[in-house]
């Protein structure tokens, strides 16, 4: 079954740590992306990727850096600079980054304290 | 820049009756509309889309959207919910010939009752 894979489902993490979200997808898609969800705000982009070795900072990408050294993956790191890094973190892929809708993961929830 | 308002943060209905969801946008240049849902805990799941043509757009689940560009509006429509349509949907717009980043509405909690 093609589709999009994060792993893990729950990440607990002590402030100042970094971490790392794995991103994967198998359907063969150029663009990539990475989504903060949080209660009654919607989700908001991150950063994005339309190819490989190539990306793009989203609307608030401050406190996060990106990866993009294979078409299937587009690991995030929130950093120690991320000033409220608990969340619920989305990936997502498209065809080629214009027009086409977006497939999205089933998310990492992430936990700092 | 572009913007997405949705007005109802909650949605209470009853089963098997009708149900209609609000999204407004801005934006000085054509989009295209996306219209998703979530279930709890899960990612986002496309329900339907409008890029060109007819502006009632039909998607899965029997949901329907208008797209009314003289009221830069976008509603979402069901006649008959039932228990499992209790989610959050979120309506999305994307720039026309740009990289497709979508900006998301707030979100909408439809939940269904008996």
């Known amino acids: 079954d093609g589709g999009i894979t994060q792993s893990p489902k729950y990440l607990f993490r002590k402030e100042g740590q970094n971490v790392t979200l794995s991103c994967e997808q198998n359907?063969?898609?150029?663009?990539m992306y990475w989504y903060r969800q949080d209660p009654g705000q919607g989700l908001r982009l991150i950063y994005y990727?339309?190819?490989?070795?190539?990306?793009q900072k989203g609307d608030i990408a401050e406190g996060y850096s990106v990866s993009r050294e294979k078409k299937e993956s587009f690991p995030l790191t929130v950093t120690s600079a991320q000033k409220n890094p608990t969340a619920f973190y989305l990936c997502?892929?498209?065809?080629?980054?214009?027009?086409?809708?977006?497939?999205f993961g089933p998310g990492t929830r992430l936990t700092v304290t | 820049a572009q913007s997405v308002t949705q007005l109802d943060s909650q949605v209470p209905v009853f089963e098997e009756a009708p149900v209609e969801l609000r999204c407004n946008y801005s934006?000085?240049?054509?989009?295209?509309l996306f219209w998703y849902v979530q279930y709890p805990n899960q990612g986002l799941q496309l329900l339907l889309k409008?890029?060109?043509?007819?502006?009632l757009v039909k998607g899965i689940n029997g949901f329907e959207a208008e797209f009314n560009k003289s009221q830069t509006s976008f509603h979402l429509r069901k006649p008959s919910v039932h228990i499992s349509d209790t989610a959050e949907y979120f309506c999305a717009v994307m720039l026309t010939g740009t990289a497709s980043k979508l900006t998301f509405g707030t979100g909408t909690r439809l939940q269904v009752t008996l």
């Open positions: 359907l063969n898609h150029d663009a």
């Open positions: 997502a892929s498209s065809i080629s980054g214009v027009r086409d809708e977006q497939y």
């Open positions: 934006s000085s240049v054509s989009v295209y």
């Open positions: 990727s339309q190819i490989v070795n190539d990306f």
């Open positions: 409008y890029l060109s043509g007819s502006t």
